[in-house]
C-alpha cells in the first residue's frame, strides 16, 4: 500500500487564535505519528488569517520533538523570501539535532500577496524575474563547497558543517514545476488540491526527464491532495462546507478563519459559486473510509504517486484528528 502523510497548514477557525491552531498541530502531530503516517510536513504561508504556518523551520523542531518516528519537514521554506546561506544553516542545525528525520521542501512562490512579499524581501535585492533557480544553485553550492577559488563565498561555510543537507524535494503545482524538479534532479511534491495542471501529466512528465542527482538517484514523486473524511458519507459532506466556503472567500479575496460547517450551510451562495464548489470538490475527497478510499485509489493509480500527502482543513481540530484516523484504517497503515 502506498504510504500516506500529512500536511498541516495549521488551520485557524473562525473563534480561534493562531496560538491554538499551532498548539493542535502539536497535538495532530504525535496522534497521525502513531497511526503510523510517513511523514509531516508544515507550510509558510504569511499574512492569512486562516493560517498560523508562517515559519517552518521553528515549527519543524517543535513537531519532532513531540513525535517519533516521522520524518518531519517543510511543505515548504519558500525560497524567494529566505538567504540561501540561512536556508542551509537552519536545516542543518534541525538535521544534527534531529539525524534522519528531516525534510527539505521548497516552494517557487512567495506564499502570499505582493505587498508582503515585498516587506519580507524589501532588505534583500528584489527583482521581478523568478530567482529561483539562481537561489537554490547557492543553495547547492554552499552545501557542496563549489564556489571556485576567488568567489566571495568560497570559505563561507553552513554550519553545523559536518551535518549534510536534508532530503531536498521541489513544490510545485504545474508542469514547469514538474519538469524543473526532474531538471535538478529533486524528489518531487505536487499539489493536486489547488492545481489547475492535470497531476498524472505532471507526474508523467517528471518521471520522463528526471536527471539523478547525488542526492536522489531515482525519482520520487509524492501526490498532495485534500481529504475530508468521516464515519459516514453525509457527515463527511457536513464538514467540508467549510471548504466550500473557504474556496468561495478566497476567491473573492477575503481570507478568514475557517467558518463553521453551520456557517458555511447557511451562506447564500450564487450558481457562480456553486459551480465553483463543485469545481474543487472534484479534486477533493470526500466521504466515509470507503468512499474516500475509492475516489482516491484511482487517482494513486493514475498518476504512479510514490506516497501520498493528506491536508484536511476543517473547522474541528477532532473531527480534523478524527478524518487522520479513518483514512490511516481506510488504507491499513500499521500503528505504531
Not at 23 to 39: H, K, V
Not at 123 to 136: A, K, N, T, V
Not at 230 to 257: C, F, H, M, Q
Not at 261 to 284: L, Q, T
Request: proline letters at 8%.
Amino acid at each position: 500500500m502506498v504510504p500516506l502523510s500529512v500536511l498541516d497548514l495549521s488551520p485557524v477557525a473562525a473563534g480561534s487564535t493562531g496560538a491554538q491552531a499551532l498548539r493542535n498541530s502539536l497535538d495532530l502531530a504525535p496522534f497521525c505519528d502513531a497511526l503510523g503516517f510517513t511523514r509531516y510536513w508544515t507550510a509558510e504561508h504569511h499574512n492569512l488569517p486562516s493560517i498560523a504556518a508562517s515559519a517552518p523551520d521553528l515549527m519543524i523542531g517543535q513537531l519532532a520533538a513531540v513525535t517519533k518516528h516521522m520524518r518531519i519537514g517543510a511543505g515548504g521554506v519558500m525560497l524567494p523570501n529566505h538567504a540561501p546561506l540561512m536556508v542551509a544553516e537552519r536545516f542543518k542545525m534541525l538535521e544534527a539535532l534531529y539525524p534522519g528525520r528531516i525534510d527539505l521542501g521548497l516552494g517557487r512562490a512567495p506564499g502570499t500577496d505582493p505587498a508582503t512579499s515585498y516587506a519580507l524581501r524589501r532588505r534583500q535585492g528584489i527583482s521581478d524575474e523568478d530567482d529561483f533557480l539562481e537561489r537554490f544553485s547557492e543553495l547547492m553550492a554552499i552545501e557542496r563547497r563549489a564556489f571556485p577559488a576567488g568567489h566571495p563565498f568560497h570559505n563561507v561555510r553552513a554550519m553545523p558543517a559536518e551535518t549534510p543537507l536534508p532530503p531536498i524535494y521541489l513544490l510545485g503545482s504545474s508542469d514547469y514545476s514538474a519538469q524543473l524538479a526532474a531538471q535538478i534532479g529533486a524528489a518531487f511534491s505536487f499539489a493536486h488540491h489547488f492545481a489547475t495542471f492535470p497531476a498524472d501529466e505532471a507526474m508523467r512528465l517528471y518521471r520522463d526527464n528526471f536527471k539523478p542527482s547525488p542526492e536522489h538517484p531515482a525519482p520520487y514523486a509524492i501526490l498532495g491532495t485534500a481529504v475530508v473524511c468521516a464515519d459516514t458519507d453525509d457527515e463527511a459532506d457536513r464538514l467540508a462546507r467549510t471548504v466550500d466556503l473557504n474556496i468561495v472567500r478566497r476567491n473573492k479575496g477575503e481570507y478568514l478563519p475557517l467558518a463553521s460547517p453551520d456557517e458555511a450551510a447557511a451562506y447564500p451562495f450564487s450558481p457562480a459559486e456553486n459551480a465553483v464548489i463543485a469545481k474543487n470538490r472534484a479534486k477533493m475527497s470526500v466521504g466515509s473510509p470507503q468512499t474516500v478510499r475509492a475516489k482516491l485509489t484511482p487517482l494513486i493509480e493514475a498518476t504512479k504517486a510514490d506516497e501520498v500527502m493528506v491536508t484536511t482543513m476543517v473547522f474541528d481540530h477532532g473531527a480534523r484528528k478524527r478524518s487522520y484516523e479513518l483514512l490511516a484504517q481506510a488504507f491499513g497503515l500499521t500503528a505504531r
